[in-house]
């Protein structure tokens, strides 16, 4: 058989040999890092506006609208910033960063996709059923997490340039306000994410659906601080905002797992599917009273060489032993 023959045949359970395996990593990686490279170049030459995107929101919340020299004439006291790039090749490292992440981020559907290619053909058909669920939450969770972070960033500078004194300029330079905005947003993406790894606990036996119903207490607290860490506005509704979804999950995810857990009960009591091993109990037990068994009567014995030479020459005439023993050493 031809070897393009038998790379057709695949084992329906996924198995292969290392070799293989690892070929089809090394094309998996291939193929992400060509798609971040492609939508790299892409985003390269348009990231004066995703620069813009990410900045305009502070801009419009705490921008100088007119220069330094002009606000410094003024009598009222109003603290703005300007947003600055320090060094000659700032702004083409600047450019790099920005074309990278976006490359990362907007070619996520294709890198998570090899990933998910090459992980896929070892999986039960529920745990493909559960990661397909984990995939298409988790993506709209993080992404409600990262509108929250850029609406509440205007509010979070205006906070923070409020505690400018009295005659001081304010520059921010580029770089490390990008780089507060994108851990506002991981941030953020993540802190939505915490009731689907709560649920991905409870799928896998570490947690169970009552446990997370008993820290309820603890839980609205610690959502409630965390929420008023990272929004330092003096607005209660902003804080709000971010808890009141971020404790809806959690009952949610609380919910699911209680519903889960009776689901698992009910399917413990039926047996193991077609596709899963049973549980085996290897505890070691008692074998009980052992029962003698009876020798057998031993077999009859075999007469000797010697004692066959000796009957011959007692019993037998001449000449018949000679040719007795001829015949054997013959044999």
Not at 46 to 75: E, H, M, W
Not at 144 to 167: C, E, M, Q
């Amino acid at each position: 058989m031809s070897q393009s023959a038998r790379s057709k045949q695949k084992d329906p359970e996924g198995r292969m040999p290392l070799a293989e395996h690892l070929r089809e990593l090394r094309n998996r990686l291939a193929k992400a890092v060509l798609a971040i490279l492609v939508v790299t170049i892409a985003a390269a030459f348009s990231y004066k506006g995703i620069v813009n995107f990410f900045t305009r929101p502070v801009l419009d919340s705490v921008g100088c609208p007119t220069s330094f020299a002009d606000l410094a004439k003024q009598t009222a006291d109003t603290a703005c910033a300007r947003i600055t790039i320090n060094g000659l090749l700032a702004p083409f490292t600047l450019a790099l960063k920005v074309s990278l992440m976006a490359g990362v981020v907007l070619a996520s559907p294709v890198w998570l996709y090899q990933l998910w290619a090459f992980v896929a053909p070892g999986l039960h058909k529920h745990e493909r059923k559960y990661a397909y669920a984990f995939v298409g939450a988790g993506v709209p969770l993080f992404f409600g997490g990262a509108f929250f972070a850029y609406k509440v960033l205007p509010t979070t500078a205006r906070v923070l340039i409020d505690f400018t004194p009295h005659g001081v300029d304010n520059l921010l330079p580029l770089d490390d306000l990008l780089d507060l905005v994108t851990r506002m947003v991981v941030v953020f993406g993540l802190s939505f994410e915490m009731p689907l790894l709560l649920v991905m606990l409870n799928l896998t036996g570490v947690l169970s659906g009552r446990r997370m119903l008993g820290w309820w207490r603890g839980m609205i607290m610690g959502i409630t601080v965390f929420s008023a860490v990272t929004t330092p506005s003096t607005d209660p509704l902003t804080m709000l905002a971010l808890a009141a979804p971020i404790w809806a999950l959690y009952f949610a995810a609380v919910v699911f797992s209680l519903l889960h857990d009776r689901r698992k009960a009910r399917r413990e009591a039926a047996g193991p599917g077609d596709d899963e091993i049973s549980d085996l109990d290897l505890t070691p037990q008692s074998i009980g009273e052992v029962e003698p068994v009876s020798a057998g009567q031993a077999p009859p014995a075999q007469p000797d060489a010697d004692d066959d030479h000796a009957d011959c020459e007692t019993t037998r005439p001449e000449g018949s032993c000679s040719r007795a023993e001829d015949r054997r050493g013959g044999l």
